[in-house]
């Protein structure tokens, strides 16, 4: 019990970790962080992609060892009984996913809503925002992705950029479940999993971006660390995994950590193994916080601050670019240029109202939305 309970604390601390790393290079694109360039390479400020592919990670493990918990109790020769077997915990996990992740999204799209009707004039961007509901709920956000970068308001082409993802996880979610049931025993799973893996790692990947020139919002783009973050969750399930040296593990995650933030940044992206790095990096980070448990994620100093957005991480993630771009467009609409200010300051001063009225709304959110619909899809 206590070890399940120190793997789940782990498991929100990386969340945290991602969450920082998203919120710094996100934030590099809507407020000009120059006190930061000054004293930070700029390259690695601009990628959340680093961020983006351990959550994915983390998600494709915790959703396969949660499912493979409950599938020791199916039973069948053929994948109609095992699915007949299967037919309470499939519709308790797809009732759980629905609830976790609907209700945050449509609260996005609604305040969106709210905010452009308020702020813009010219009411083009309804065909798009009407469309939003129905490619959440669907999952096909990613596939439309490119229609909204042709919306010239801004606000709900960055305002929505969350949902992409949460269409690619949401099709994880839909089929990985029956893929596994699929599967006769847990040594086809992992075999499964590994091959689609290292299809999308070492194949499709690299060419969506250098044969069919697909850029990083592409679903195929981020498939691996789902599959592979499964892969490492059937071995652990096995049995794989022990404690390591704590001061070893704690030097080798944080220079994962420091790869997973910087890499995308520094690398060449038309290097042909660039995106490999990268997820491969992510799926590692995963695979050493949960295994040996916790590494950097255990200093003192920080366990705190990881654990807390960690667990709030989702609200954090869905309201995080929409509410930057709230702030900083009333900022510059009301009280910008302030001759009291210089440019430095000012910028300065909007990324900390930014980071700490969205810990308040982060907040908010997660206590009157998320933890109410989380429990709700529990019952």
């Not at 009407?130 to 042709?150: E, H, K, M, W």
């Not at 001061?247 to 290097?271: E, H, K």
């Not at 993630?317 to 240029?337: A, H, K, R």
């Not at 440019?343 to 997660?366: C, N, P, R």
């Amino acid at each position: 019990m206590n070890n399940k309970t120190n793997f789940f604390d782990d498991i929100e601390r990386l969340r945290g970790f991602a969450c920082i790393v998203v919120f710094v290079q996100h934030f590099v694109n809507i407020c000009p962080l120059r006190f930061l360039r000054e004293i930070i390479l700029p390259e690695c400020l601009w990628y959340g992609e680093g961020g983006m592919r351990v959550f994915f990670a983390i998600s494709g493990f915790v959703v396969t060892l949660s499912l493979m918990n409950k599938f020791d109790a199916v039973s069948g020769e053929q994948f109609v009984d095992r699915l007949r077997s299967a037919r309470s915990i499939l519709f308790s996990f797809y009732k759980n996913r629905f609830f976790r992740i609907f209700p945050m999204a449509f609260f996005l799209i609604l305040m969106m809503g709210i905010f452009m009707f308020c702020t813009e004039e010219d009411r083009s961007f309804l065909k798009s925002l009407l469309r939003c509901p129905i490619d959440v709920f669907c999952c096909t956000q990613n596939y439309s992705v490119g229609a909204f970068a042709g919306v010239e308001k801004i606000h709900l082409y960055v305002g929505s950029g969350p949902l992409w993802t949460l269409a690619v996880e949401g099709q994880f979610y839909l089929l990985w479940p029956l893929a596994l049931l699929m599967c006769k025993d847990n040594n086809a799973r992992i075999i499964t999993s590994l091959v689609l893996g290292c299809l999308f790692l070492f194949g499709i990947q690299p060419m969506s971006s250098f044969l069919w020139q697909l850029d990083y919002y592409s679903t195929c783009n981020n498939l691996a660390e789902l599959f592979l973050g499964s892969f490492f969750a059937l071995i652990y399930e096995e049995g794989l995994g022990e404690k390591a040296n704590k001061n070893v593990t704690m030097i080798f995650t944080a220079l994962l950590a420091l790869a997973v933030w910087c890499y995308p940044g520094v690398i060449n992206r038309d290097v042909y193994f660039s995106k490999m790095a990268i997820s491969i990096l992510a799926v590692t980070l995963v695979v050493s916080c949960t295994y040996v448990r916790g590494g950097f994620l255990n200093i003192p100093i920080l366990r705190r601050v990881f654990q807390y957005l960690g667990s709030r991480s989702y609200s954090f993630y869905v309201i995080q670019l929409f509410w930057g771009v709230v702030v900083v467009w009333y900022m510059d609409s009301i009280y910008f240029p302030k001759e009291s200010f210089s440019l430095y300051d000012f910028h300065k001063y909007q990324l900390i109202i930014i980071a700490v009225s969205l810990l308040v709304l982060t907040e908010i959110v997660y206590r009157l939305i998320e933890k109410p619909m989380r429990k709700l899809g529990k019952r």
